[in-house]
């Protein structure tokens, strides 16, 4: 499985974008969202089960973005913060969503979000 994440950039603090997570095949049971600032461990975002739409959120982010699919992953990120500046990654596994991304085997290209305050 290839995994391509797109629609990163420049928003202002307050802002919204949406990520997309598209999968050269059918991605496997769970699709994780991950990002890592610099200096920082990559750290889990958001999960979703791809048969049965399941979600897990980081409590940092819970209120806020919100994953869904349908033929790809999306990452919907309202009311950005400065702080919510990284690359994020998509990324698969077959078991259920894990909040390790050591237990990923499966990682796609990220792509660069920037909050500006």
């Known amino acids: 499985v290839q995994l391509q994440a797109s629609g990163g950039g420049l928003v202002q603090a307050g802002g919204s974008l949406r990520l997309s997570c598209a999968a050269s095949g059918r991605p496997n049971y769970a699709v994780g969202w991950f990002r890592q600032a610099p200096g920082r461990q990559r750290e889990f975002v958001a999960g979703i089960t791809w048969n049965w739409g399941t979600t897990v959120y980081a409590d940092s982010v819970k209120g806020r973005f919100t994953i869904s699919r349908d033929k790809v992953v999306y990452l919907q990120m309202n009311a950005l913060k400065a702080e919510d500046t990284a690359v994020y990654y998509c990324?698969?596994?077959?078991?259920?969503?894990?909040?390790?991304?050591?237990?990923?085997?499966?990682w796609g290209q990220g792509t660069q979000v920037t909050v500006s305050s």
């Open positions: 990324t698969t596994r077959s078991g259920d969503i894990s909040t390790t991304a050591s237990e990923y085997p499966y």
